[in-house]
């Protein structure tokens, strides 16, 4: 018995000895090791398991595993990584929205000197100081979805302007709501208040033609005042979001019944994001009389027509990983040839690579037949404007829902936001 | 001292020791770290911060936002209170030689083990403004002139979300009552019965005695869950239009993780804590000394 005890213990030093010089001899190599990848994303998560992901990357570094993470949504996303950030628990490769980016620049390492970031067409837009910490996976485009054969009935045309854009609305409106009361000329599911944002986050932009609106708005005190571009958006919206065309109950129904609503043609325009379509046709609409425009801002055609582009899912290496290398060696993978022009043809956005380009979708290629196109590069929000933002509790997603509640007076909210914004940034110092 | 004391104590040592610690590390120091926290002005991100004394605690006490969060909060734990007895008297007639009140007792009971989230999202298509459920109920019952806009009118929305919070737990405060009264000693109420109780009477000075501690347990718990409610406004309207239907939780977590204040969110929750006792205090006295007119034991 203690002779085999004794062979026992010897063949257990042996295994320790071989795992721990094998252990040891992987730690020293920098491409070998797990690298854990959070995402929200479905589709992304889908086409991940499909692909094998971890196997064509491991054709690529044998020794290297990968651990993909998904998590529920977006705001789940934001509130795990921020709750990872204070136990310095971060995930190897994590994404950021442009409007997050400043919220983890101190934990995002600089991958200026990579190929990936050289041959994104977005990234050097969205560098904190001259350092590219996301590099967007796609481009995102915002469009107005619209049903050709509604338009045509009612007699309306593709709006060109911001006041034809609101007519069109209202001829809707008021030819099929007088068969259908529960007819929605124009769909924002603003139960979910977020689904707003093409007006309340983008519109100010696109009035002033200034990706960076937000960041220039962080160094005024009275950004809302009479005349400056997000009062001039603001108040075109609150007109708008109360003349009836969002429907009888507007605040009653949310993104996902809205998408439902508009593939049953019980909704007649639906301002979204190119992502949107996917989410159309799996609704089951058929498509053949789907057609998109952007949306048009000007207020006349002498004017340039401007379209706001934004960098989505800005794929970025943390300070918390201990692989760095292997990492950052993941990303240019992930934007070379062996993965990311098959995932491009997976998703209906548009490409963020030079490198790789797409052609739209027929749908969405439609906004695009016109020669006055001027683009505009969605900025997001930089470190002073989130701090005043957090200081006033400024929501622009809930404003836009709440211009709906009754007793709502613009006026004295946007002259609120004002005064609160100047008290806070003197508070925090910002010049 | 004996071997046996000894051989007691180390067993009590043991048997206490892991769940004691669990409870300091993963309960006590965060339950104390949070007051601290209360008392900076923490973003959750960053590894400094100030403390700002009771900064936090004066915006707080100024946000008219959270008054009327907490003000849906009560929605809630008024609505579920006056449910409290039907939910009893539910579990008397369970209790009772009810033909198939097992199938009863499952069906009370199924809401409370389905998803939260699920049973929410399922509300929100029922109370739809458009192709919903409950309209189309009314329109069949020739009840249009009842029809609202259920999720979004601010005068109706706490109302029909406490009816979602009720269809759901109520069925757990049935069941936590049966099986109180199924524990109750059955010669007690034999002999009330030999003496001439009647029903009510059984019901009133038998039943309700008998199960006191579980109805304490009941109330505690209502105002802990109306206080904390998150899930079912958080997926149906989302707090909105506008606050109208945000809750003391939600508030707080959007605070915490929209507004990057968890120096904020830690003063709403020590807050929290404090309400929940000093309700539960106020709610112990007003039932014992009040409506039961109990004496000091």
Known sequence: MKKLLSVLMVLLSLCTFVFASGSSESADDPMSGTITFAIWDNNLNAFIEENDMVGKFQEVYPNAEIE???????????????????????????????????????????????????????????????????????????????????????????????????????????????????????????????????????????????????????????????????????????????????????????????????????????????????????????????????????????????????????????????????????????????????????????????????????????????????????????????????????????????????????????????????????????? | MGSIARQRQIFIFTALFIPVILLVCFVVFPGVDLFRISATNWDGLAADYDYIGLDNYVRMFNDENLWQSLKNNMVYFFVHLLMIPVELAFAVVLNSRLRGAKFYKTMVFMPYIINGVAISYAFSYFFSPINGAFDAILETLGLESLQRHWLSDPSIVNFVLAFVSVWRFSGYHVILFLAALQSMPQDILEAAQIDGAGTLQLFRYIQIPSIMLMVDFVLFDNIRGALQVFDIPFVITNGGPGYASSTFTLYTINAAFKFSNFGLAATMAVAIMFLIVFIYIIQNFLIHRVVLKEGRK
Not at chain 1, 367 to 388: C, K, L
């Open chain 1, 68 to 431: 993909v993470e998904k998590i529920k949504d977006d705001t789940e996303y934001w509130n795990s990584m921020r709750i990872r950030t204070s136990g310095g628990q971060l995930p190897d490769v994590m994404f950021n929205k442009p409007f997050t980016l400043a919220r983890f620049q101190n934990y995002l390492l600089d991958l200026s000197d990579t190929e990936a970031a050289a041959n994104n067409i977005l990234a050097e837009g969205y560098a904190v100081d001259g350092k590219i910490l996301g590099i967007p996976m796609t481009a995102g485009y915002e469009y107005v979805f619209y049903w050709k054969d509604m338009f045509e009935e009612a007699g309306v045309e593709v709006p060109e302007t911001w006041p034809e854009f609101v007519e069109a609305c209202q001829t809707l409106q008021e030819y099929y709501g007088a068969q259908n009361p529960d007819f929605i000329a124009l769909g924002i599911g603003l139960k979910d208040e977020w689904p707003d944002y093409p007006f309340m986050e983008f519109m100010p932009a696109l009035i002033n033609g200034e990706g960076d609106t937000w960041n220039v708005m962080a160094a005024q005190d009275a950004p809302f005042a009479e005349g400056t571009d997000i009062r001039t958006a603001y108040e075109r919206i609150y007109e708008l979001f109360t003349s009836g065309v969002l429907g009888k109950d507007p605040l009653g129904l949310g993104n996902d019944q809205i998408t439902n609503l508009f593939a049953a043609k019980q909704v007649a325009i639906f301002p979204s994001g190119d992502w949107s379509l996917q989410n159309i046709i799996n609704a089951g609409a058929d498509i053949s009389e789907l057609g998109t425009f952007y949306l048009p801002v000007r207020m006349s055609g002498d004017e340039s027509y401007k379209v706001i582009v934004q960098g989505d899912s800005l794929m970025g290496v943390t300070t918390h990983s201990d692989k760095p290398e292997l990492a950052k060696a993941f990303v240019e993978w992930f934007y070379s040839d062996a993965w990311y022009p098959d995932y491009l043809a997976y998703v209906s956005s548009s490409s963020a690579m030079a490198n790789f380009p797409k052609e739209k979708d027929p749908v969405l290629a439609e906004s695009d037949q016109r020669d006055d196109i001027e683009i505009v590069t969605y900025g997001g929000a930089g470190d002073d404007f989130t701090a005043i933002q957090n200081a006033v509790s400024f929501d622009y997603k809930k404003l836009g829902a709440q211009m709906l509640t009754e007793g709502f007076d613009l006026e004295a909210v946007l002259d609120d936001l004002n005064t609160r914004w100047a008290a806070a940034r003197s508070e925090l110092g910002i010049e």
